[in-house]
Each structure stands twice: as C-alpha cells, then as structure tokens.
T-cell receptor
Framework: GEDVEQSLFLSVREGDSSVINCTYT??????LYWYKQEPGAGLQLLTY?????DMKQDQRLTVLLNKKDKHLSLRIADTQTGDSAIYFC??????????FGKGTMLLVSP | DTAVSQTPKYLVTQMGNDKSIKCEQN?????MYWYKQDSKKFLKIMFS???????INETVPNRFSPKSPDKAHLNLHINSLELGDSAVYFC??????????FGPGTRLLVL
C-alpha cells in the first residue's frame, strides 16, 4: 500500500532555514501537500505542488519535488518561533484520499 | 465564514456510551471525509462520502457509522465507546481535483 515517511523531529534557531523532508511510495500521486498543525489546533494547508512541477515558491516557503526519487521537501526561510508546529506531508492516493506522513515536529529556539 | 465546522470541539464521555460528532461544510464541496488522529499524531482516513454516498470505508470497527443527510453534512456516530477511541477526529471536504480543507477537529476523551 501507499506509504509516506518523514523524520519525526527538527530543531533550528530563529532566523535559520528549516528543511523538512518527506518520501512517498505511490508513483501515481497527483498532488503532494504540506499541512501545519500548531499545538491544540486543527490542520492548516500550507502549500501543495502538482506532480508535474519541480518547485513551488510561496513567500518564505519553497517546495521541491523529485518525482524520480519520490522525495518532497519543504524549506522555510528565516524560520520564526511562530513556525514551531508539526508539519505533515501528504499525498493523494486512490479515490482522492490523502495519505499522511506521521508528521515532523519543528522546534524553533530563539 | 467558517469553511468546515465540527461540533463539539471537545467531548469527554464514559466507556460504553454512544456519541455523535457533526460536520458541516459551506464550500459547496461534493466529497467529505473523516480522519482519526491518534495520540502519536498519526492521521488516518476512516470514511469518505461523495454526493452522500459512501465511497471509502477503511478498516474501522462497525461501532463507527457515518451518516450524510445531505452533501454539506457528514456526521460520525460512535456506539459503545472504548478507551482506544480517544483521539482527535478531523472532518474534511473537497471538490474533485481540488484541495482538501479540514475542520478544527473534535477531541474525544473516553474515560
């Protein structure tokens, strides 16, 4: 079945860049997503990329997709303490169902 | 203005009780979902409805029964609640080939 893997934890200093990585197995994925979940809150869509794109930039966020290696990354430039959260990678599989990774906890220290 | 709403936000109940969680979306989407997020934050699809018809039913105990009275609503009814049902339940909706939008989640605690 489909599987999405992420590293569980990332710690950076304020002002540094953060890079969160994700690998997936479903080669028929059409869209790949990054969601953010702050403590005690719901899921917030950060950005997404269509599978025929290599890169997408949105302000401080850069998404890179290597479809050959099935590798997706999210880069956050100038990371702020408010970026501390859990980041979920997800891909569309089957009948438009999202398969999520287990989430990467990003901790930003001052 | 709320796109996908869920009620209640918090639910604390005793083992063995029956409870319902409601979800409503005002986006005109035709597909709605229920996800479960366990204590380790892992998200898993439970059900998916398209135009009021069940299209995905993952391996979920039959104590869980989704009900879709219309395209804008997908409610989740849980019978005979067990301790292991404690989790955060997220509703989501989407239009075909578009992005899923999630509700704020319902935190269920079974004592």
């Amino acid at each position: 079945g489909e599987d999405v893997e992420q590293s569980l934890f990332l710690s950076v200093r304020e002002g540094d860049s953060s890079v969160i990585n994700c690998t997936y197995t479903d080669s028929s994925s059409t869209y790949l997503y990054w969601y953010k979940q702050e403590p005690g809150a719901g899921l917030q869509l950060l950005t997404y990329i269509f599978s025929n794109m290599d890169m997408k930039q949105d302000q401080r966020l850069t998404v890179l997709l290597n479809k050959k290696d099935k590798h997706l990354s999210l880069r956050i430039a100038d990371t702020q303490t408010g970026d501390s959260a859990i980041y979920f990678c997800a891909e569309i599989s089957g009948y438009s169902t999202l398969t999520f990774g287990k989430g990467t906890m990003l901790l930003v220290s001052p | 203005d709320t796109a996908v709403s869920q009620t209640p936000k918090y639910l604390v109940t005793q083992m063995g009780n029956d409870k319902s969680i409601k979800c409503e979306q005002n986006l005109g989407h035709d597909t709605m979902y229920w996800y479960k997020q366990d204590s380790k934050k892992f998200l898993k699809i439970m059900f998916s409805y398209n135009n009021k018809e069940l299209i995905i039913n993952e391996t979920v105990p039959n104590r869980f029964s989704p009900k879709s009275p219309d395209k804008a609503h997908l409610n989740l009814h849980i019978n005979s609640l067990e301790l292991g049902d404690s989790a955060v339940y997220f509703c989501a909706s989407r239009r075909l080939r578009e992005t899923q939008y999630f509700g704020p989640g319902t935190r269920l605690l079974v004592l």
